[in-house]
């Protein structure tokens, strides 16, 4: 997801060097960006003071004249990088009562710390006008004792291939044919795994009792026996019996040998498009949320589309980076306050706030709340 938490600030923290420092080497470790094959003809290194762009091959190209106010550098920027958006509104203030105090100390780092804080707001972000109050997002856990206790659901996406046939076999003892049969004639001799290679499992209430595990998985059969897994077997997303004389795409709605569209049904469980936008997580925690229970959801570097539920409930969904916590806007141009200003020009927005403001705000407010 491109809004996740991870990639905005890793948007904002860019934005803010490229404002300071102009592009940097990644070896500085405060932006994403690599100018391998810039290293053979210029000599890159890290900028130690904010505001030195003499290090970089790249830099911002507007420059304050030193007679500007604070007014005129906020009407460039606006023009610039927001179409004009920022009249009038309530960030314009906002940034103009942080910025005019510098302004006697350096124009130029008054009109970095502009720049950087237009750069954080809904009104740059978007093509909308933002409707917003004055006070920042404040995000937190539910304060109510809970009805129940706590239970988690982990679901673990392996986005590579797996051969399914071949890691849960039928093996024999069934009612009405013999399944094992059917299956290697189904793949051949050559695809099919010998009874001797497969780990025995036994269950009950289907057409037959004992299956096979793949022998590479010994820890999936292991915990079956300990009843500690569970297979869903034939489960998918075909909606009718189809051959392979069939029109895929026409008669199921979606293309089932697509690595892609796989995953997407995976996430979305909803291959007739019943209710488009959510995931098959985000409605099991609808209906978790609808009977008064407490939810929400973390997601680890992807699938936020399988936790998408019914705005109604609002249910909780915060991202969890694989990374390191970085070290955010280091060298700051405002000193250890830019997270806070950022808090507030995302503020709380109004009943009639824009879809896509509203989207972007709330997201900025829920990474930050997560990188604390």
Known sequence: MILSGDNILTLLDASYSTTKFGLIDVGCKWT??????????????????????????????????????????????????????????????????????????????????????????????????????????????????????????????????????????????CATADAYEEYVEARGIVHAIPKNNLLNITTTDQDCTEFGVNENLPIVADLYNQNQAVFFANAGTVTKPLTNKDNWKKENGFRPFAHNTMQEMFYTGDPKREDIGTGVMGRMLDTLNNQGLQTSANNVNSGMTMLSGDPTYSNPVFTVSTKDPAVLNQKPTIDNLMEDHVKVLNGIGDVDNSLLSEQWSSRVASALFEHE
């Open 32 to 173: 994403s960006s690599s100018f391998i094959d810039w290293r053979h003809y210029y000599p890159f290194a890290c900028p130690d003071t904010e505001g030195d762009t003499s290090k970089s091959p790249a830099v911002m190209s507007y420059v304050s004249l030193p007679t500007s106010s604070v007014d005129e550098i906020i009407d460039d920027l606006d023009l610039l990088l927001t179409a004009g958006r920022l009249q009038g509104s309530a960030n314009r203030a906002i940034i103009r009562s942080i910025v005019e105090p510098m302004m006697s100390d350096s124009v130029d780092k008054a009109t970095r710390a502009a720049q950087q804080l237009v750069l954080s707001t809904p009104e740059y972000h978007s093509t909308s006008l933002p409707r917003k109050v004055d006070s920042p997002r404040v995000i937190t856990g539910y304060t109510e004792k809970p009805k129940a206790p706590y239970k988690a659901v982990v679901v673990l996406m392996l986005r590579g291939g797996c051969d399914s046939w071949n890691m849960l076999v039928p093996k024999g003892n």
